[in-house]
């Protein structure tokens, strides 16, 4: 398939502070989740390859043409920012409307393109009333509404799903998914994993300012495996159900708490542990209070990748 | 001029419209707008209190035109209009940035130059909106018995042409200060009212440096009175000349509000 989007030797710096590091890519269509701890560098490739910021060294090419000061490819471009940001005093409809005036169209074009913009984004019935009246569920679909109505071949999207509920979150992933059917290509970033693997299977793992890695998602899956993971238990009887799984040689160490009531402990094999703990609880009719794992989260994953 | 070059412009002045008829209506629309509209109809309330005073006491008063070039024109020149291009000026480029709006222009197919001059096309135009109804409504109060002569539209119609030209130019000055100040209001204030209110006195050439100058220009000199002082202009430049560096300043501000804009890598982050 033939890339899309290429940069090449492409970084960032903002004074003294890096914000992206020697970054060759090409992004093909289909879904790429754009994957990394806050302040990784995510939001800085996205400006770059929108053209909102000029690059310090290093180029970026989108269908094969250059983005700073090319207009013309906007019209190829939907871009949902991160930032929970409008014009407030203006209605959704209002909004959107004068989004796609920007783009060019005709007042029935726009007309209909926002109409069905907002129907995919289920605001029609909303659409009269003013943004900042909107939940933030609402004020998030908007964003991307703006972002494909005017129908582009590329669409940017900066942590769509941050600060959505659930369902919310369900039903972006579902419209997301819908535009790799119609061959679009389609960037997502995001700090959480999870939310990356509903989407797609194509990530780019970026990591202080630099591509950790690319590829398919099992490999970070595979990293996450074999991660050092902590999990902590709180029950009724922590240090009988922590002598039964001292035998197991996927347990590495275990901290009992200063209460009598939790313990840690440390596992190179997350499920293998999980599956265990929960069939001895079963088994022993155990009271537990919670499970929770302290570092289940991608900037532990990076900071034992990268060695801290 | 080539037909490419014909074509790029006609797509730029497009853009230009385009841009002018979204934030025209944002401009009307904006909560602020209600808030300036009020404060610029300050002199219609100071007018209607001079109106009732001379109907209700024994004494004439001052004569209508007298009034008019001494109290109401001054409260718009020296105050209204510096404030409205303030605030409307200086958030043509700053109202996107701070607001983090503007990852939603800079990723439309208008030039960046196109989104500064039609925001402040836009703004400019809402403004002259707001001063032309309130000059013309204390023009009424002030002049209801005289509203049959014809003499009195002339002087009404100088003062206005004054004042949108006051717009414009400090519209452009302050869109200059908006694309690459953070405290942009701050700073304008102190222009405003700091540099443009001493500077138009000075002796001699100086007070060319002041944007008021080369609006005072255009007024009448008043008779002596308790506000002449303020009218006083020691070397009054030419009309013809005054017009030419005002739109000189215009264009000036104008062109390097988007330069600043189009090059400046603005900061939306938190």
């Known amino acids: ?308 | 001029m080539t037909p490419s070059q014909r074509a790029g412009i006609g797509s730029f002045l497009r853009a230009v419209g385009r841009v002018f008829a979204v934030f025209f209506r944002q401009g009307r629309k904006a909560r602020r707008t209600r808030f300036f509209f009020l404060f610029s109809f300050l002199p219609v309330a100071v007018s209607l209190v001079i109106k009732f005073n001379q109907v209700f006491s024994d004494s004439p008063g001052r004569e209508a035109g007298y009034l008019f070039t001494n109290l109401i024109m001054l409260f718009y020149l020296q105050m209204i209009i510096l404030i409205l291009a303030l605030f409307y000026g200086t958030s043509v480029c700053s109202e996107e940035v701070e607001g983090k709006t503007l990852p939603y222009l800079v990723t439309r197919p208008v030039p960046k130059p196109a989104v500064v001059l039609g925001k402040y096309l836009a703004y400019t135009v809402v403004t002259i909106g707001m001063v032309t109804l309130g000059l013309i409504f204390s023009f009424i109060v002030l002049n209801v018995n005289r509203l049959l002569d014809p003499s009195v539209y002339g002087l009404l119609g100088r003062y206005l042409g004054v004042l949108v030209l006051g717009l414009i130019a400090y519209g452009a000055f302050f869109t200059f200060l908006g694309s690459f100040l953070r405290r942009s209001i701050f700073f304008g204030l102190l222009f405003s009212f700091g540099w443009e209110n001493v500077v138009q006195y000075f002796p001699g050439s100086t007070q060319r440096l002041a944007i008021a100058h080369y609006l005072k220009s255009f007024l009448p000199a008043g008779p002596p009175g308790r506000f002449s002082f303020l009218t006083f202009r020691l070397e009054p430049t030419r009309t013809g000349v005054a017009l030419l560096m005002l739109l000189v300043i215009t264009a000036a501000f104008l062109a390097l509000a988007c330069l600043f804009f189009s090059k400046k890598e603005y900061n939306v982050e938190d």
């Not at chain 1, 090449?8 to 060759?24: C, E």
């Not at chain 1, 996450?224 to 902590?230: A, K, L, R, S, V």
């Open chain 1, 1 to 308: 398939m033939t890339a899309v989007i290429e940069t090449a030797k492409l970084s960032k710096w903002y004074g003294n502070v890096l914000g992206l590091s020697d970054v060759s890519l090409e992004i093909e269509p289909g879904i790429t989740g754009l994957l990394g701890p806050n302040g990784a560098g995510k939001s800085t490739f996205l400006k770059l390859i929108t053209g909102q910021i000029k690059p310090s060294i290093g180029s970026v090419r989108i269908f094969g043409q250059k983005v700073q000061n090319n207009q013309a490819l906007f019209s190829r471009i939907g871009f949902c920012p991160e930032h929970d940001s409008f014009y407030e005093d203006m209605t959704g409809w209002v909004f959107l409307t004068s989004l796609l005036k920007l783009q060019g169209f005709s007042p029935p074009e726009i007309q209909s393109r926002a109409e069905k913009a907002l129907d995919i984004v289920e605001l029609a019935a909303d659409k009269d009333r003013l943004v900042r009246a909107y939940s933030r569920g609402m004020r998030q679909r908007l964003k991307f509404a703006q972002a494909i109505a005017h129908d582009p071949e590329i669409i940017i999207l900066d942590e769509p799903l941050s600060g959505l509920d659930p369902l919310g979150k369900r039903k972006l992933i579902r419209l997301i998914k819908a535009y790799r059917e119609e061959g679009k290509t389609v960037i997502v970033s995001s700090h959480v994993l999870p939310e990356i693997e509903a989407l797609t299977r194509t990530i780019i793992l970026i990591h202080q300012g630099k591509v950790f890695a690319k590829g398919d998602i099992h490999y970070i899956r595979d990293l996450i495996e074999t991660h050092p993971h902590m999990v902590a238990v709180r029950c009724s009887d922590p240090r009988g159900l922590a002598v039964q799984l001292l035998g197991e040689s996927y347990v590495l160490k275990v901290h009992f708490g200063a209460d009598g009531k939790s313990f840690l402990v440390e596992t190179n094999n997350r499920d293998r542990f999980f599956a265990v703990l929960l069939s001895l609880i079963v088994k022993s009719r155990m009271e537990v209070e919670e499970i929770t794992s302290p570092d289940d989260n991608l900037q532990a994953v990076f900071d034992y990748l990268v060695g801290k």
